[in-house]
């Protein structure tokens, strides 16, 4: 059984770091691309980096762009990501999917239309206190 499962969400002060991890396990890991989503209160569920275990190609949302860095470990099946100089407005439950990398989706649909994903994880609440 497909199976993503997030850890390291935390409340944390403004300004510190955080490393999220996404652990897969039940599907050939290296065959497809793992994507982080969050949702905040009352907001819809936004896009904010994603990676190509094949060739490792990465995207990051402006809002996290050049604070945040995305890695994936092969050998371990999880996806690491991590944000520095955090923001009140990080503030959400994140989550990562996968997505079956010959899918033919544009770079656009992988970062914002989040039912094309085969597999969601359950997801890690940030809280971020000003």
């Known amino acids: 059984e497909a199976r993503l499962v997030e850890s390291g969400g935390n409340l944390v002060q403004a300004g510190r770091s955080l490393i999220l991890s996404c652990a897969a396990s039940?599907?050939?890991?290296?065959?497809?691309?793992i994507a982080w989503f969050r949702q905040a209160p009352e907001k819809e569920r936004e896009g904010v980096s994603n990676?190509?275990?094949?060739?490792?190609?990465?995207w990051f949302a402006d809002s996290v762009f050049g604070r945040a860095t995305i890695a994936s470990d092969t050998a371990r099946g999880t996806v690491y990501l991590s944000m520095n100089n955090l923001k009140p407005e990080d503030t959400a439950v994140y989550y990562c999917?996968?997505?079956?990398?010959?899918?033919?989706?544009?770079?656009?649909?992988?970062?914002?239309?989040?039912?094309?994903?085969?597999?969601w994880g359950q997801g890690t609440q940030v809280t971020v206190s000003a």
């Open positions: 039940g599907f050939a890991f290296d065959g497809f691309a």
């Open positions: 990676i190509n275990i094949q060739d490792g190609s990465t």
């Open positions: 999917a996968a997505i079956y990398v010959r899918k033919p989706y544009s770079d656009y649909a992988l970062r914002v239309y989040e039912g094309i994903y085969d597999y």
